[in-house]
């Protein structure tokens, strides 16, 4: 039987995983709403019924697990993740109790720009970073082909400071990136403005049609989002930034001067699943 690894990638809606045969090829996908309100043990018992059927043809040794921090990547434990709801889930415990096999866990952004580095087309780029543009914004970034930990909270581009109009973050600062460039923040700079609750697609339909309070949202963003790449600029001089995430859909009208800061810039392809590659490169380092 040929063996296997198991990759889950869990977000805040939806949960994706794939099993990678020893060629690295994908040979199954699924992916599914995560209703973390139904709890850690729920979601590794709906994973595990999903992947069952294949577990006949394939024998799938290990697993690893992307999910959104804070983490703690060595223990396993999911330590209060905004975007699920749980607080100190032991998660690759509940998933090896279930599966019968070891499970390692990885911060989904380290994973996505793990993914993009190494199976996205990039693995000569000895400096990339790779940036998540979706409810909130996060990054990995590699170089010489490792990743930079830091004391574990490297690349959170999401909470570097622009000079916004003193907004509280989650994180304890005021004015971060995210609070203007992401999806949700987006979404809530247009609510502020209109009174009108509206999701982030829509907001940019209106900026298209020559709504004014979206297009001045999203050049803030623009602005803003710019403002950050000329730190990264300035700090670590990458030879490429990679954008993913849902919010990159929005195209022009928040990443039209991008490249204002001198630094190239490109879009994940990989259908999105630049987080289960990483998953899978992260894969390679389990004994
Ligand atoms: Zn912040």
């Known amino acids: 039987m040929e063996k296997a690894c198991l990759c889950v990638d869990i977000g805040g809606t939806k949960t994706a995983f794939s099993l990678f045969?020893?060629?690295?090829?994908?040979v199954f996908y699924r992916a599914f709403a995560t209703q973390s309100g139904q709890g850690a043990e729920n979601l590794a018992e709906?994973?595990?019924?999903?992947?069952?059927?294949?577990?006949g043809r394939y024998l799938v040794e290990r697993g690893v697990i992307a999910a959104p921090g804070p983490l703690n990547a060595e223990k396993g434990v999911l330590i209060s993740p905004v975007l699920l709801g749980w607080r100190n889930v032991a998660i690759t415990e509940i998933f090896q109790k279930k599966f019968g096999i070891p499970f390692v866990l990885l911060n989904d952004c380290d994973a996505g720009a793990l993914g993009v580095w190494r199976y996205g087309g990039y693995s000569d780029v000895r400096t990339l970073c790779y940036i998540t543009v979706s409810t909130g914004i996060g990054g990995g970034t590699i170089v010489n082909g490792q990743l930079v930990a830091g004391r574990g909270n490297a690349s959170d581009f999401g909470h570097i400071?622009?000079?916004?109009?003193?907004?509280?973050?989650g994180c304890g600062n005021v004015d971060c990136l995210e609070l203007y460039a992401s999806g949700t923040g987006i979404e809530a700079r247009y609510a502020e403005k209109t009174g009108k609750k509206l999701c982030c697609a829509a907001i940019a339909e209106c900026a298209r049609g020559g709504d004014a309070a979206a297009r001045e949202i999203f050049a803030d963003a623009s602005a803003f989002l710019n403002y950050a790449l000329c730190v990264l600029k300035a700090v670590l001089d990458p030879e490429r930034v990679v954008f993913g995430g849902s919010v990159c859909k929005v195209g022009d009208l928040l990443f039209a001067g991008a490249e204002r800061a001198g630094i190239p810039i490109a879009f994940a392809g990989q259908d999105g699943k630049?987080?289960?590659?990483?998953?899978?490169?992260?894969?390679?380092?389990?004994?």
């Open 46 to 55: 709906r994973v595990f019924d999903a992947v069952s059927g294949a577990m």
């Open 161 to 169: 400071p622009v000079a916004g109009r003193k907004i509280r973050c």
């Open 21 to 26: 045969d020893e060629n690295d090829r994908e």
């Open 274 to 287: 630049q987080v289960l590659y990483g998953a899978l490169c992260r894969s390679k380092q389990m004994p």
